[in-house]
T-cell receptor, first 114, second 114 residues
Framework: DAGVTQSPTHLIKTRGQQVTLRCSPK?????VSWYQQALGQGPQFIFQ???????QRGNFPDRFSGHQFPNYSSELNVNALLLGDSALYLC?????????????FGEGSRLTVL | SQQGEEDPQALSIQEGENATMNCSYK?????LQWYRQNSGRGLVHLIL?????REKHSGRLRVTLDTSKKSSSLLITASRAADTASYFC??????????????FGSGTRLSIRP
């Protein structure tokens, strides 16, 4: 039973560029949540996708956008990268619109913006 | 913004001792969860306690919840070197839709000295 997989694991970009991160949820899960975790901080909620729609959004600018595909996998896109976007981006999956249990996390994508 | 705040931010104890971490949160919850994160990796779910529960055990873990004080504690008994990690509390919260999202605290960095 495959868990949550994320790609790429590491990437380096320069300011102003755009990046796309990918996530495949755990088998049987249909909800994907994305988090940004700066070094030494807790994960900050970016947004959540269910049935191919954004259902919840945290306090992040419109430069952060996402998508969910019919197979429940998801992408996180960040445009016009800033130095402050350097972080570990975590994807978590769960089942159903209302989260009543645990989240299952991938190992994350480490983004460095130079 | 963080829903929960952990205390202490960092904790260093001798192997074999007990470790206690506290979490305070701001709004009403349906459940509270604790997660563990090894350096730079994804988060792993440890235990979930529902708002109508006061205490829960899982192996060497004991979690308490006081909804009147909006606080929770995580006790790890007989600590081991492998317990060295960051620990986060997480609470659910309803957003602008009927969906829910999981919001994480800032974490406690636990170091176990041999």
């Amino acid at each position: 039973d495959a868990g949550v997989t994320q790609s790429p694991t590491h990437l380096i970009k320069t300011r102003g560029q755009q990046v796309t991160l990918r996530c495949s949820p755990k088998s049987g899960h249909d909800t994907v949540s994305w988090y940004q975790q700066a070094l030494g901080q807790g994960p900050q909620f970016i947004f959540q996708y269910y049935e191919e729609e954004e259902r919840q959004r945290g306090n992040f600018p419109d430069r952060f956008s996402g998508h969910q595909f019919p197979n429940y996998s998801s992408e996180l896109n960040v445009n016009a990268l800033l130095l402050g976007d350097s972080a570990l981006y975590l994807c978590a999956s769960s089942k159903g619109l209302v989260i009543t249990g645990e989240l299952f996390f991938g190992e994350g994508s480490r983004l460095t913006v130079l | 913004s963080q829903q929960g705040e952990e205390d202490p931010q960092a904790l260093s104890i001798q192997e074999g001792e007990n470790a206690t971490m506290n979490c305070s949160y701001k709004t009403s919850i349906n459940n509270l969860q604790w997660y563990r994160q090894n350096s730079g990796r994804g988060l792993v779910h440890l235990i979930l306690i529902r708002s109508n529960e006061r205490e829960k055990h899982s192996g060497r873990l004991r979690v308490t919840l006081d909804t009147s004080k909006k606080s929770s504690s995580l006790l790890i008994t007989a600590s081991r070197a492998a317990d060295t990690a960051s620990y986060f509390c997480a609470t659910d919260g309803r957003g602008y839709s009927s969906a829910s999202k999981i919001i994480f605290g800032s974490g406690t960095r636990l170091s176990i000295r041999p």
